[in-house]
T-cell receptor, first 116, second 113 residues
Framework: DTEVTQTPKHLVMGMTNKKSLKCEQHMGHRAMYWYKQKAKKPPELMFVYSYEKLSINESVPSRFSPECPNSSLLNLHLHALQPEDSALYLC???????????????FGPGTRLTVT | GESVGLHLPTLSVQEGDNSIINCAYSNSASDYFIWYKQESGKGPQFIIDIRSNMDKRQGQRVTVLLNKTVKHLSLQIAATQPGDSAVYFCAEGDRDSGYALNFGKGTSLLVTP
């Protein structure tokens, strides 16, 4: 299994809603990532989890709250979002077995989020 | 911060021709480079990577070249096919940042019959 799955595929939410994005991988990877991608732009890193601990937070607003319940799952909790937060949210994972060693990242298909 | 960028935003090639997509980077500490292909409505798909101790790496129909002297990376696709039409991103990482990837702007490759 070399797949990263994400649910839901599409999400429309109002600015007062609370929703969650989910990501799952069963490749035994120990590093997981959230990226945000606006149309016709490259992915921008939001968060990195290594061995289920948050290791990088790229100054993301607190209305985005990541959670890593176990080594296979990664969630992104959304609350009080703004219309400009509408984007494709991508999850990725990598082997990440050793710190300071580069491993290829594998991406999921993304969740297309629209904030109304 | 330092950036990774591409020389050409769009590239149109004929089916069967070879394609070359270029990428410049500015972070001299970068020691890991990776190419992704992203089709419309999908997540980025890993193509090939290269570490700074190499200057060339080959995969199936793809070759990545790294010139550390001028901080330049290229992706060569042999015998380009219509299915190769997509946006291609280069990305770089370095040890000090824990290899968090910094993506370039992307090149749209269009393969015409």
């Amino acid at each position: 299994d070399t797949e990263v799955t994400q649910t839901p595929k599409h999400l429309v939410m109002g600015m007062t809603n609370k929703k969650s994005l989910k990501c799952e991988q069963h490749m035994g990877h120990r590093a997981m990532y959230w990226y945000k991608q606006k149309a016709k732009k490259p992915p921008e890193l939001m968060f990195v989890y290594s061995y289920e601990k948050l290791s990088i937070n790229e100054s993301v607003p607190s209305r985005f709250s990541p959670e890593c319940p176990n080594s296979s799952l990664l969630n992104l909790h959304l609350h009080a979002l703004q219309p400009e937060d509408s984007a494709l949210y991508l999850c990725a994972s990598s082997q990440g077995a050793q710190p300071k060693v580069a491993y290829e990242q594998y991406f999921g298909p993304g969740t297309r989020l629209t904030v109304t | 911060g330092e950036s990774v960028g591409l020389h050409l935003p769009t590239l149109s090639v004929q089916e069967g021709d070879n394609s070359i997509i270029n990428c410049a980077y500015s972070n001299s500490a970068s020691d890991y480079f990776i190419w992704y292909k992203q089709e419309s409505g999908k997540g980025p798909q890993f193509i090939i990577d290269i570490r700074s101790n190499m200057d060339k790496r080959q995969g199936q129909r793809v070759t990545v070249l790294l010139n550390k002297t001028v901080k330049h990376l290229s992706l060569q696709i042999a015998a380009t096919q219509p299915g190769d039409s997509a946006v291609y991103f280069c990305a770089e990482g370095d040890r000090d940042s824990g290899y968090a990837l910094n993506f370039g702007k992307g090149t749209s490759l269009l393969v015409t019959p």
